[in-house]
């Protein structure tokens, strides 16, 4: 798909900004403009006046030719990454209840959900001020998971319930006639506002979880002279490792998200599913050292556990750097 005049601009700017080392903050004071009005244009989200236009570009200290020679050609490049999908053949997926009993998931329902919290993004990034930079790389993951909850719910038919406390376990409630019962029992007990019932829920559920993965460190990447890619960048070719962190050992029944910025947009790239995750598949809990960043608790998953979530995947992006990446990693060729 080739991208449109406000999107090649965009680029553009973007990527004559970065090659001069400079900051959006730089260039909005060169261009007298406010930040981000800048941060806008570079995500595509504003309409560029011809005046702001010429601002940027002598702030960039361009000349108009060559400016508009790089946005005409990207006008005439396909996308790097095609929005395209690959789904697991398999039609469905068993989880396990809390009881032990398998419940049919089908694979589809991963697609429709991935797709809808890709809606609500957009929606976002439709918004004045850059959600990604306010929140930072941690807290927008934790978003978008929450948006993948959210959506999963919604496209489940019902089988699924966001849990409706924040730290409660696990994030998606299995709702069959067992947890129906469970929860008509609470609205009873008038204790639907409590914490207790739904950490951890008795009738189970599914996990989500998920991750940008690990780049290398701004020292890592000044000895291979590169540019450590910043919010909005593109992360695929500077991946190193990824996992998923938990607050304990038992997580099980997990979806696993792996996510990047594709058009400077968050998008979930993969995802996987796994039933049969076990302590060990979990590192030691990590406390919160005192006057450090860590606020809780946290388990990271092993490369054991890694395989393993690879192994059971679900859906990914059609696009060979990422199934590269993955294969890789988990020294397998299980993505073709």
Known sequence: MKPT???????????????????????????????TYVSGVERGVRNITLDS???????LNLDISSFLKEVLHGLTTQNNVSLQYKVRCYSSFSILDAFGKKIKVHASL???????????????????????EILGMRNLSALIGELFVISFA??????????????????LLLMDEKGKKVIE?????????????????????????????????????????????????????????YNWKAHHRE????????????????RIVAAFFCSSLEENDWGKIVKPR????????????????????F??????????????FLNKYNKADLLE
């Not at 489940?156 to 730290?167: I, R, T, V, W």
Request: one cysteine or more; charged letters at 35%; a positive charge.
């Open 5 to 35: 005049l406000k999107q090649s601009v965009a680029k553009t700017v973007s990527n004559a900004r970065k090659r001069r080392g400079i900051s959006q903050e730089e260039l909005a004071y060169r261009a007298n403009l406010d930040r």
């Open 53 to 59: 236009l010429e601002r940027i570009i002598k702030g």
């Open 110 to 132: 991963f697609e429709k959900s991935l797709k809808r919290a890709h809606e609500i993004i957009d929606k976002i990034d439709g918004f004045e001020v850059n959600i990604s």
């Open 154 to 171: 919604k496209e489940s038919g019902g089988l699924f319930l966001k849990n409706p406390h924040q730290d409660g376990y696990p994030d």
């Open 185 to 241: 029992q609470l609205k009873t007990q008038n204790r639907l506002k409590e914490k207790t019932p739904f950490s951890p829920f008795l009738n189970g559920g599914l996990e989500v979880k998920a991750t940008c993965g690990d780049v290398p460190t701004p020292k890592e990447c000044a000895k291979k002279r590169l540019e450590k890619p910043d919010v909005g960048d593109q992360r695929i070719a500077f991946l190193k490792s």
């Open 251 to 266: 997580t099980n029944n997990l979806i696993g998200l792996l996510w990047d910025f594709i058009d400077r947009k968050p």
């Open 290 to 309: 005192s006057k450090g960043g860590r606020t809780t608790s946290v388990s990271i998953m092993t490369r054991k556990g890694v395989k393993k979530m």
């Open 311 to 324: 192994e059971n995947w679900v859906i990914i992006i059609d696009d060979q750097r990422y199934r590269k």
